[in-house]
Protein backbone atom coordinates (compact mmCIF):
# COMPACT_ATOMS: atom_id res chain seq x y z
CA UNK A 1 0.00 0.00 0.00
CA UNK A 2 1.46 3.51 -0.98
CA UNK A 3 1.79 5.78 1.78
CA UNK A 4 -1.41 8.16 2.15
CA UNK A 5 -1.22 10.65 4.58
CA UNK A 6 -4.01 13.12 6.14
CA UNK A 7 -3.07 16.50 5.91
CA UNK A 8 -5.65 19.05 6.98
CA UNK A 9 -9.18 18.71 8.48
CA UNK A 10 -12.13 20.73 9.08
CA UNK A 11 -15.59 19.78 11.03
CA UNK A 12 -18.73 21.64 11.00
CA UNK A 13 -21.04 21.89 14.27
CA UNK A 14 -23.60 18.81 13.86
CA UNK A 15 -27.09 19.37 14.95
CA UNK A 16 -30.45 20.73 13.45
CA UNK A 17 -29.25 23.05 11.19
CA UNK A 18 -33.05 24.35 9.60
CA UNK A 19 -31.49 27.57 8.35
CA UNK A 20 -28.05 26.87 7.36
CA UNK A 21 -27.55 26.32 3.79
CA UNK A 22 -25.77 23.31 2.22
CA UNK A 23 -23.55 25.11 0.41
CA UNK A 24 -22.51 26.90 3.43
CA UNK A 25 -22.43 23.70 5.37
CA UNK A 26 -19.63 22.63 2.51
CA UNK A 27 -17.44 26.08 3.10
CA UNK A 28 -17.12 25.80 6.65
CA UNK A 29 -16.07 22.33 6.46
CA UNK A 30 -13.32 22.63 3.39
CA UNK A 31 -11.95 26.47 4.24
CA UNK A 32 -10.11 25.22 7.35
CA UNK A 33 -9.46 21.96 6.18
CA UNK A 34 -7.48 23.78 3.20
CA UNK A 35 -5.91 25.95 5.66
CA UNK A 36 -4.78 23.32 8.01
CA UNK A 37 -2.91 21.58 4.99
CA UNK A 38 -1.38 25.00 3.96
CA UNK A 39 -3.28 24.52 0.51
CA UNK A 40 -5.36 26.68 -1.95
CA UNK A 41 -8.01 24.91 -4.14
CA UNK A 42 -5.94 25.10 -7.33
CA UNK A 43 -3.66 22.57 -5.01
CA UNK A 44 -6.43 19.80 -5.57
CA UNK A 45 -6.37 17.31 -7.97
CA UNK A 46 -9.39 15.75 -7.55
CA UNK A 47 -13.14 15.87 -4.73
CA UNK A 48 -14.53 13.36 -3.12
CA UNK A 49 -18.10 13.26 -1.40
CA UNK A 50 -19.83 11.33 0.40
CA UNK A 51 -23.53 11.99 0.60
CA UNK A 52 -26.05 9.65 1.49
CA UNK A 53 -29.46 11.97 0.49
CA UNK A 54 -32.09 9.36 -0.40
CA UNK A 55 -34.57 11.71 -0.20
CA UNK A 56 -33.40 14.60 2.78
CA UNK A 57 -32.71 17.01 -0.28
CA UNK A 58 -34.45 17.90 -3.24
CA UNK A 59 -31.10 18.50 -4.77
CA UNK A 60 -28.77 15.53 -5.72
CA UNK A 61 -25.88 15.30 -8.20
CA UNK A 62 -24.20 16.77 -5.14
CA UNK A 63 -20.43 16.15 -6.05
CA UNK A 64 -20.89 19.72 -8.16
CA UNK A 65 -21.98 21.35 -4.97
CA UNK A 66 -18.07 21.73 -3.81
CA UNK A 67 -17.53 24.17 -6.83
CA UNK A 68 -21.02 25.85 -6.18
CA UNK A 69 -19.79 26.42 -2.81
CA UNK A 70 -16.40 27.53 -3.61
CA UNK A 71 -16.26 28.45 -7.49
CA UNK A 72 -12.24 28.13 -7.19
CA UNK A 73 -13.33 24.51 -7.50
CA UNK A 74 -15.07 24.92 -10.73
CA UNK A 75 -12.80 22.40 -13.31
CA UNK A 76 -11.52 20.53 -10.15
CA UNK A 77 -12.89 16.77 -11.19
CA UNK A 78 -15.67 15.39 -8.29
CA UNK A 79 -17.51 12.51 -8.03
CA UNK A 80 -19.93 11.25 -4.96
CA UNK A 81 -19.89 8.42 -3.56
CA UNK A 82 -22.80 6.25 -1.52
CA UNK A 83 -22.35 3.51 0.61
CA UNK A 84 -25.66 3.92 3.30
CA UNK A 85 -24.14 4.85 6.64
CA UNK A 86 -20.23 4.03 5.69
CA UNK A 87 -20.69 6.98 2.62
CA UNK A 88 -18.18 9.25 3.96
CA UNK A 89 -15.55 5.95 4.20
CA UNK A 90 -16.35 4.76 0.67
CA UNK A 91 -15.77 8.32 -0.29
CA UNK A 92 -11.95 8.42 1.71
CA UNK A 93 -11.26 5.04 0.08
CA UNK A 94 -12.42 6.03 -3.49
CA UNK A 95 -9.74 9.29 -2.65
CA UNK A 96 -7.05 6.73 -1.31
CA UNK A 97 -7.40 4.86 -4.38
CA UNK A 98 -6.61 7.48 -6.87
CA UNK A 99 -3.37 8.25 -5.00
CA UNK A 100 -2.09 4.97 -4.90
CA UNK A 101 -2.67 4.74 -8.41
CA UNK A 102 -0.18 7.98 -8.77
CA UNK A 103 -3.40 9.54 -10.81
CA UNK A 104 -3.89 12.32 -7.80
CA UNK A 105 -0.91 14.15 -5.44
CA UNK A 106 -3.35 15.89 -3.25
CA UNK A 107 -7.20 14.88 -2.54
CA UNK A 108 -10.17 16.56 -0.96
CA UNK A 109 -12.83 14.68 0.29
CA UNK A 110 -16.03 15.98 2.45
CA UNK A 111 -19.10 14.41 3.90
CA UNK A 112 -22.28 15.88 4.40
CA UNK A 113 -25.48 15.49 5.30
CA UNK A 114 -28.86 17.59 6.20
CA UNK A 115 -31.31 15.12 7.23
CA UNK A 116 -33.59 17.39 9.52
CA UNK A 117 -35.58 18.32 5.97
CA UNK A 118 -38.28 15.61 6.34
CA UNK A 119 -41.22 14.87 9.05
CA UNK A 120 -39.43 12.18 11.80
CA UNK A 121 -41.58 9.28 10.31
CA UNK A 122 -40.26 10.03 6.38
CA UNK A 123 -36.80 10.51 8.58
CA UNK A 124 -37.64 6.46 9.65
CA UNK A 125 -38.41 5.38 6.25
CA UNK A 126 -35.46 7.02 4.47
CA UNK A 127 -33.11 5.24 6.84
CA UNK A 128 -34.45 2.17 6.32
CA UNK A 129 -33.90 1.82 2.70
CA UNK A 130 -30.08 0.76 3.90
CA UNK A 131 -32.23 -1.90 5.01
CA UNK A 132 -33.10 -5.33 3.02
CA UNK A 133 -36.08 -3.73 1.69
CA UNK A 134 -37.66 -6.87 0.84
CA UNK A 135 -37.49 -8.17 4.27
CA UNK A 136 -37.22 -5.59 6.56
CA UNK A 137 -39.11 -2.60 4.83
CA UNK A 138 -41.40 -2.62 6.92
CA UNK A 139 -39.99 -2.89 10.50
CA UNK A 140 -42.13 -0.92 12.90
CA UNK A 141 -39.63 1.76 14.15
CA UNK A 142 -37.58 2.16 10.54
CA UNK A 143 -34.02 0.96 11.05
CA UNK A 144 -34.44 1.59 15.08
CA UNK A 145 -36.64 -1.03 14.54
CA UNK A 146 -34.04 -3.30 12.89
CA UNK A 147 -31.23 -2.65 15.39
CA UNK A 148 -34.47 -3.30 17.98
CA UNK A 149 -35.30 -7.00 16.62
CA UNK A 150 -30.72 -7.31 17.27
CA UNK A 151 -31.30 -6.21 20.60
CA UNK A 152 -33.85 -8.48 21.60
CA UNK A 153 -32.63 -11.40 20.38
CA UNK A 154 -29.05 -10.72 21.87
CA UNK A 155 -31.23 -10.34 25.17
CA UNK A 156 -32.94 -13.54 24.44
CA UNK A 157 -29.84 -15.34 24.12
CA UNK A 158 -27.23 -13.80 26.80
CA UNK A 159 -29.29 -12.70 29.08
CA UNK A 160 -30.71 -9.07 30.07
CA UNK A 161 -27.80 -6.39 28.71
CA UNK A 162 -29.67 -3.16 29.62
CA UNK A 163 -27.13 -2.31 32.25
CA UNK A 164 -24.34 -2.68 29.65
CA UNK A 165 -26.32 -0.31 27.02
CA UNK A 166 -27.00 2.37 29.76
CA UNK A 167 -23.57 2.58 30.34
CA UNK A 168 -22.10 2.52 26.83
CA UNK A 169 -24.80 5.45 26.36
CA UNK A 170 -23.76 7.30 29.64
CA UNK A 171 -20.00 6.84 28.91
CA UNK A 172 -20.50 8.33 25.33
CA UNK A 173 -22.87 11.24 26.41
CA UNK A 174 -20.44 12.23 29.25
CA UNK A 175 -17.27 12.25 26.36
CA UNK A 176 -18.94 14.30 24.08
CA UNK A 177 -19.74 17.00 26.91
CA UNK A 178 -16.04 17.39 25.56
CA UNK A 179 -16.47 17.30 21.82
CA UNK A 180 -17.50 21.07 20.22
CA UNK A 181 -18.61 19.49 17.55
CA UNK A 182 -21.21 17.42 18.88
CA UNK A 183 -24.71 17.42 18.30
CA UNK A 184 -25.66 16.80 22.06
CA UNK A 185 -23.09 18.35 24.62
CA UNK A 186 -25.60 16.78 27.43
CA UNK A 187 -24.13 14.50 30.33
CA UNK A 188 -27.20 12.02 31.04
CA UNK A 189 -25.83 9.78 33.34
CA UNK A 190 -26.32 6.33 33.74
CA UNK A 191 -29.19 6.41 35.80
CA UNK A 192 -31.52 8.49 33.42
CA UNK A 193 -29.83 5.85 30.53
CA UNK A 194 -30.59 2.96 32.49
CA UNK A 195 -35.06 3.82 33.46
CA UNK A 196 -37.66 4.16 31.17
CA UNK A 197 -39.06 7.49 31.43
CA UNK A 198 -41.54 10.20 29.39
CA UNK A 199 -37.73 11.87 28.53
CA UNK A 200 -36.29 8.26 27.47
CA UNK A 201 -39.38 6.43 26.16
CA UNK A 202 -39.06 2.76 24.50
CA UNK A 203 -38.66 3.42 20.95
CA UNK A 204 -37.95 -0.34 19.67
CA UNK A 205 -37.51 -3.61 21.42
CA UNK A 206 -35.37 -3.19 24.60
CA UNK A 207 -33.60 0.36 23.10
CA UNK A 208 -35.04 3.57 24.76
CA UNK A 209 -34.05 6.91 23.08
CA UNK A 210 -30.79 7.27 24.54
CA UNK A 211 -29.49 3.92 23.18
CA UNK A 212 -30.39 5.47 19.59
CA UNK A 213 -27.86 8.19 17.52
CA UNK A 214 -29.36 11.42 16.23
CA UNK A 215 -30.77 12.81 13.28
CA UNK A 216 -28.51 15.27 12.60
CA UNK A 217 -27.34 17.93 10.10
CA UNK A 218 -23.31 18.46 9.38
CA UNK A 219 -20.43 18.19 7.37
CA UNK A 220 -16.72 17.18 7.75
CA UNK A 221 -13.52 17.65 5.22
CA UNK A 222 -10.21 15.65 4.92
CA UNK A 223 -7.48 16.82 2.96
CA UNK A 224 -5.73 13.46 1.92
CA UNK A 225 -1.53 13.54 0.35
CA UNK A 226 0.27 11.37 -1.24
CA UNK A 227 3.61 12.70 0.85
CA UNK A 228 3.84 15.00 4.21
CA UNK A 229 4.42 18.62 3.72
CA UNK A 230 6.82 20.27 5.92
CA UNK A 231 5.37 21.65 8.93
CA UNK A 232 1.88 20.28 8.51
CA UNK A 233 0.85 18.07 10.72
CA UNK A 234 -0.08 14.56 9.54
CA UNK A 235 -1.54 10.99 9.94
CA UNK A 236 -0.58 8.06 8.42
CA UNK A 237 -2.91 4.90 6.92
CA UNK A 238 -1.01 1.91 8.53
CA UNK A 239 -3.64 -0.27 7.50
CA UNK A 240 -6.99 0.52 5.51
CA UNK A 241 -10.13 -3.03 5.18
CA UNK A 242 -13.06 -3.54 3.54
CA UNK A 243 -15.32 -6.60 4.14
CA UNK A 244 -19.02 -6.99 3.37
CA UNK A 245 -21.70 -8.80 4.54
CA UNK A 246 -24.95 -10.41 3.62
CA UNK A 247 -27.67 -7.39 3.63
CA UNK A 248 -30.79 -9.50 5.30
CA UNK A 249 -30.44 -10.27 8.58
CA UNK A 250 -32.12 -13.93 7.89
CA UNK A 251 -28.93 -15.21 6.02
CA UNK A 252 -26.35 -14.37 9.06
CA UNK A 253 -26.55 -14.27 13.09
CA UNK A 254 -28.11 -11.00 13.37
CA UNK A 255 -26.78 -11.18 17.23
CA UNK A 256 -22.90 -11.36 16.08
CA UNK A 257 -21.09 -8.96 13.78
CA UNK A 258 -19.41 -11.71 11.47
CA UNK A 259 -18.08 -9.27 8.71
CA UNK A 260 -16.95 -6.85 11.46
CA UNK A 261 -14.93 -9.30 13.07
CA UNK A 262 -13.06 -10.24 9.78
CA UNK A 263 -12.73 -6.61 9.11
CA UNK A 264 -11.00 -6.32 12.23
CA UNK A 265 -9.01 -9.02 11.93
CA UNK A 266 -7.57 -8.78 8.46
CA UNK A 267 -6.93 -4.91 9.20
CA UNK A 268 -4.68 -5.83 12.15
CA UNK A 269 -2.95 -8.42 10.12
CA UNK A 270 -2.13 -5.86 7.42
CA UNK A 271 -1.07 -3.49 10.20
CA UNK A 272 0.53 -6.37 11.79
CA UNK A 273 -0.35 -5.08 15.09
CA UNK A 274 -2.43 -6.47 18.14
CA UNK A 275 -5.24 -4.46 19.97
CA UNK A 276 -3.21 -3.49 22.39
CA UNK A 277 -0.75 -1.22 20.05
CA UNK A 278 -3.97 0.88 19.68
CA UNK A 279 -4.73 4.09 22.39
CA UNK A 280 -8.35 4.30 20.99
CA UNK A 281 -10.92 3.44 18.96
CA UNK A 282 -13.78 5.66 17.29
CA UNK A 283 -16.58 2.97 16.41
CA UNK A 284 -19.85 3.40 14.74
CA UNK A 285 -22.13 3.48 17.64
CA UNK A 286 -25.59 4.16 15.27
CA UNK A 287 -27.33 2.62 18.32
CA UNK A 288 -25.79 1.36 21.64
CA UNK A 289 -26.17 -2.09 20.66
CA UNK A 290 -24.11 -1.84 17.57
CA UNK A 291 -21.45 -0.73 20.36
CA UNK A 292 -21.55 -3.75 22.21
CA UNK A 293 -21.37 -6.06 19.39
CA UNK A 294 -18.90 -4.30 17.71
CA UNK A 295 -16.66 -4.87 21.13
CA UNK A 296 -16.97 -8.40 20.39
CA UNK A 297 -15.98 -7.67 16.65
CA UNK A 298 -12.97 -6.01 17.61
CA UNK A 299 -12.05 -8.83 19.97
CA UNK A 300 -12.21 -7.41 23.39
CA UNK A 301 -14.56 -9.97 24.53
CA UNK A 302 -15.81 -13.56 23.16
CA UNK A 303 -19.25 -13.52 21.37
CA UNK A 304 -22.26 -12.85 24.22
CA UNK A 305 -19.96 -11.14 26.92
CA UNK A 306 -19.32 -7.68 25.23
CA UNK A 307 -21.27 -6.27 28.13
CA UNK A 308 -18.31 -7.17 30.81
CA UNK A 309 -16.18 -4.71 28.26
CA UNK A 310 -18.17 -1.53 29.35
CA UNK A 311 -19.08 -2.58 32.97
CA UNK A 312 -15.80 -3.54 34.18
CA UNK A 313 -15.00 0.36 32.50
CA UNK A 314 -12.25 -0.96 29.20
CA UNK A 315 -13.66 1.48 27.06
CA UNK A 316 -14.23 4.28 29.39
CA UNK A 317 -11.87 7.17 28.71
CA UNK A 318 -9.52 6.46 31.64
CA UNK A 319 -9.98 2.47 30.51
CA UNK A 320 -7.38 -0.11 28.52
CA UNK A 321 -8.67 1.34 25.20
CA UNK A 322 -11.13 4.24 24.86
CA UNK A 323 -13.54 3.90 22.47
CA UNK A 324 -15.58 7.12 21.15
CA UNK A 325 -13.60 9.55 23.06
CA UNK A 326 -15.27 12.18 20.62
CA UNK A 327 -18.75 11.09 22.15
CA UNK A 328 -19.78 8.67 18.90
CA UNK A 329 -22.35 8.70 17.04
CA UNK A 330 -24.40 9.04 20.04
CA UNK A 331 -23.59 11.91 20.91
CA UNK A 332 -21.71 13.58 18.08
CA UNK A 333 -24.38 12.90 15.72
CA UNK A 334 -25.34 11.03 12.94
CA UNK A 335 -25.46 12.68 9.41
CA UNK A 336 -25.20 9.73 7.10
CA UNK A 337 -22.55 11.08 4.51
CA UNK A 338 -20.60 13.11 7.15
CA UNK A 339 -20.25 10.21 9.47
CA UNK A 340 -17.03 8.08 7.99
CA UNK A 341 -15.10 11.49 7.58
CA UNK A 342 -15.67 12.69 10.82
CA UNK A 343 -14.85 9.82 12.59
CA UNK A 344 -11.21 10.05 10.74
CA UNK A 345 -11.40 13.61 11.44
CA UNK A 346 -11.40 12.92 15.46
CA UNK A 347 -8.87 10.82 15.50
CA UNK A 348 -6.78 12.97 13.08
CA UNK A 349 -7.04 15.40 16.09
CA UNK A 350 -6.02 12.99 18.52
CA UNK A 351 -3.42 11.85 17.06
CA UNK A 352 -2.01 15.25 16.66
CA UNK A 353 -2.62 16.40 19.89
CA UNK A 354 -5.25 18.41 18.71
CA UNK A 355 -8.28 17.01 20.27
CA UNK A 356 -8.54 19.49 23.42
CA UNK A 357 -10.50 18.46 25.96
CA UNK A 358 -11.25 15.00 24.23
CA UNK A 359 -7.41 14.24 24.04
CA UNK A 360 -6.45 10.56 25.01
CA UNK A 361 -2.48 11.39 26.61
CA UNK A 362 -0.41 9.90 24.31
CA UNK A 363 -2.49 8.71 21.48
CA UNK A 364 0.15 7.17 18.75
CA UNK A 365 -1.96 4.93 17.21
CA UNK A 366 -5.76 4.39 16.84
CA UNK A 367 -8.61 3.01 14.38
CA UNK A 368 -11.96 3.93 12.70
CA UNK A 369 -14.65 1.69 12.02
CA UNK A 370 -17.53 2.68 10.37
CA UNK A 371 -20.15 0.41 8.45
CA UNK A 372 -23.34 0.43 6.43
CA UNK A 373 -26.02 -0.67 7.46
CA UNK A 374 -26.70 -3.54 9.98
CA UNK A 375 -22.56 -4.47 9.85
CA UNK A 376 -22.90 -4.66 6.20
CA UNK A 377 -20.08 -2.75 4.34
CA UNK A 378 -17.24 -2.46 7.55
CA UNK A 379 -14.42 -0.20 7.06
CA UNK A 380 -11.52 -0.31 8.83
CA UNK A 381 -8.31 1.97 9.36
CA UNK A 382 -6.13 1.83 11.44
CA UNK A 383 -4.25 5.56 11.69
CA UNK A 384 -0.57 6.08 13.44
CA UNK A 385 0.86 9.91 13.83
CA UNK A 386 4.13 10.68 12.22
Not at 96 to 111: C, F, N, S, W
Not at 154 to 165: E, I, N
Not at 263 to 278: E, H, I, M, V, Y
Request: negative net charge; proline residues 5%.
Amino acid sequence: MHPSYIIGWGHTPFGKHDNLDVEQMLRDAVEPALAAAGLAPEDIDGIFVGHFNGGFLRQDFSAALVAQAMPAFRHTPAVRMENACATGSAAIWAALDALGAGRMKRVLVVGFEKMNTLPGPQIGETLLKCSYVKEEGDTPGGFAGVFGQIASGYFDRFGDQSDALAAISAKNHSNGMRNPYAHMRRDLGFDFCRTPSDKNPFVAGPLKRSDCSLVSDGAAALVLSREQIAGVNSVRWVSRTQVNEFLPLSRRDPTRFEGAALTWQRGLDAAQLSLDALQFVETHDCFTIAELLEYEAMGLAPHGQGAQVILEGVTTRGGTLPVNPSGGLKSRGHPIGATGVSQHVMAAMQLTGQAGDMQIANARRGAVFNMGGAAVANYLSILEAV
